[in-house]
């Protein structure tokens, strides 16, 4: 059993920062590749941005480049999402999701609030 949970949501003023985590748990031999989405209300939920285990390679969405900086901590099965210059755009629930042990995991998601 695999579980992925997030933290780190809140609300913010616009330009304002907040970074989120999610720890991955449970019977782990391996992690290929963790994500992070965004789902705003009354919208479908879109990719924001992707790093892989095994090395460094990242990729960030275009509507966050330059603002959003994904990372992880291989010896703690985390993955983090730094957001800076926040809009209120970036308003959404924002869920982790994992390929580990060869299968795709979801967290709950956290809620992020930008709004004066």
């Known amino acids: 059993q695999v579980q992925l949970v997030e933290s780190g949501g809140g609300l913010v003023q616009p330009g304002g920062s907040l970074r989120l985590s999610c720890a991955a748990s449970?019977?782990?031999?391996?992690?290929?590749?963790m994500r992070w989405y965004r789902q705003a209300p009354g919208k479908q939920r879109v990719l924001v941005a992707v790093i892989t285990f095994g090395g460094v390679t990242t990729f960030v969405d275009s509507a966050v480049k330059g603002r959003f900086t994904i990372s992880r901590d291989n010896a703690k099965n985390t993955v983090y999402l730094q957001m800076n210059s926040l809009k209120p755009e970036d308003t959404a629930v924002y869920y982790c999701n994992g390929q580990i042990n060869a299968r795709d995991y979801w967290g709950q998601g956290t809620q992020v609030t930008v709004s004066s």
């Open positions: 449970g019977s782990i031999f391996s992690i290929a590749v």
